[in-house]
């Protein structure tokens, strides 16, 4: 396969035809055009998810609590759909390297009647929403705000599974300019809504949580819509064959699935572990749960435009291992892992130097003792953000390469080891500690900063596999099409 050659327009310039530092530089440059308009992409969601809940504390602290367990549970619910999903870029890349542009639009076709087939079991979760709340004993206060976000945004699963397939085709055909744009339009109008439909304007009454959720839902139909729309343009059928394609083909959705799944279930084990100790830290009190909601806000805002890096290392893994073999994907990893750990490193920075300036965002409008004794909780947590936040870049662009060459087992299995043993360990060996003997606010902290000692320890864990892997190399050998 490495004689041939990319039909992309505006294919990148080799980066392993001249000298080493020479090609390098130019892998990282092509790492940089793929990846800058996904993390603008990512950014924008991030951003959105951060003021959606900053806006949500100003209306009402409990109202953020509660969306941080309610975000938490519709993504376990739907992050293994997504995840089989947004395979569709990794396995297009392929296609593209192997010079088989013609059946993208086929295999694109399957990967959108898998999305619409998610819907049954999206209005079954809604359904039974305040029943999963209770079988984790949350607090009555918060049961109903958490069971109505859940509820609503589950609207929206089946457009965000539906957005994450489509996407797959300018992601795997390097388009990402295109996503960049359609995100940065779906996330003007999704704060828009958020801050119409969260306080109120006009006719409009104040709809707290409730607004929220229908600001989400919005958005993501608006990227299904916008990309769908993108897609039947008459300039993508010659080559890829979208209109063309419709139609089921039961031996590329098995394809999509084996390839899929362990990926999705991936994203389910690692949502389900993480919220698993959100809850935990949920029923401690509303305190450590509105800290912790603070906290990962800022990490939010760091970690998830590495999610454009990761995905721009799998299309390019898959691009090059067929194009160009293994020499230059490894290139493009290192690529991508510089610019990942640069862009961390920002934060880890900020995270030391400047956790008051951050905070001080929650106060704005919002002075109550339990938001002032969360800010100052919330302080101590960004210490351990500074911690993992740059052994988290490296686990996530390491997966997403090893994704990116079809070893999605690996990526599973691995992350099913590392949560396992996190959550046992967590769970045996967390402290035992007396509220009458230190005081209800001290129990709650030692507690809270138990289960974020286990949520370094699962990201150091995920970090060390992954590059294990990566160095042995096995992945080089694999294939998707």
């Given amino acids: 396969m490495s004689g041939k050659q990319s039909s992309v327009s505006g294919d990148p310039e080799r ?137 609503l945004l589950m609207i929206g699963a089946v457009g965000l599974v539906l957005e994450s397939a489509l996407s797959g085709f300018f992601s795997g055909t390097e388009r990402t300019q295109v996503i960049m744009w359609v995100s940065l339009a779906s996330g003007v109008v999704n704060l828009l809504l958020n801050v119409i439909l969260i306080f109120g304007l006009g006719p409009i009454p104040p709809l707290g949580i409730t607004g929220a959720a229908i600001g989400s839902v919005i958005a993501f139909w608006t990227k299904a819509i916008c990309y769908g729309a993108l897609l039947l343009k008459p300039r993508y059928e010659s080559l890829y064959h979208i209109r063309g394609g419709f139609g089921v083909d039961l031996k590329l959705g098995r394809k999509l699935l084996f390839f899929g799944f362990p990926t999705g279930l991936m994203y389910f084990t690692e949502s389900a572990g993480f919220t698993v100790m959100v809850l935990r830290i949920g029923s401690i009190g509303d305190v450590p749960l509105r800290a912790t909601t603070m906290a990962i806000n800022f990490n939010m805002v760091a970690f998830i435009p590495l999610v454009g890096v990761s995905i721009a290392a799998s299309v390019l893994v898959g691009r090059h291992l067929l194009e160009s073999g293994p020499q230059r994907a490894v290139k493009s990893v290192y690529a991508g892992l510089l610019i990942g750990c640069a862009y961390s490193l920002i934060w880890l920075i900020a995270y030391l130097a400047i956790p008051d300036t951050m905070m001080s965002l929650y106060q704005l409008s919002d002075n109550s003792e339990d938001s002032n004794a969360a800010i100052q909780i919330a302080k101590t947590l960004l210490s351990f953000v500074a911690v993992y936040v740059l052994l988290d870049a490296v686990q996530l662009i390491l997966a997403g390469a090893l994704r990116g060459a079809g070893d999605t087992w690996f990526v599973l299995f691995s992350g099913l080891l590392a949560s396992s043993l996190t959550l046992l360990v967590g769970f045996t060996l967390e402290p035992q500690v007396s509220a009458e003997s230190l005081g209800l606010l001290e129990a709650q902290q030692q507690i809270l900063s138990w289960w974020w000692w286990m949520l370094t320890l699962w990201i150091w864990l995920l970090g060390t596999f992954m590059t294990a892997r990566f160095l042995q190399g096995r992945w080089k050998r694999m294939r998707m099409v």
């Avoid at 309610?70 to 593209?96: D, E, H, K, R």
């Avoid at 059946?103 to 399957?110: E, K, P, S, T, Y």
């Fill in 15 to 151: 980066c392993g035809n001249s000298s080493a530092d020479e090609s390098f530089l130019r892998c990282v440059l092509e790492v940089w055009r793929v990846a800058l308009p996904l993390m603008v992409s990512a950014g924008t969601f991030s951003l959105v998810l951060f003021a959606d809940r900053t806006l949500l504390l100003w209306y009402d602290g409990e109202s953020m609590s509660a969306s941080m367990a309610g975000g938490n549970f519709f993504w376990v619910f739907v992050c293994l759909p997504v995840g089989i999903a947004s395979m569709t870029g990794a396995i297009v890349s392929q296609y593209v390297g192997a010079n088989e542009q013609e059946r993208i639009g086929r295999f694109l076709w399957q990967s959108v009647w898998f999305s619409l087939l998610t819907t049954p079991a999206f209005v079954v979760i809604a359904l039974v929403a305040r029943t999963l709340f209770e079988t984790t004993g949350q607090p009555d206060h918060l049961l109903e705000l958490e069971a109505t976000y859940l509820r």
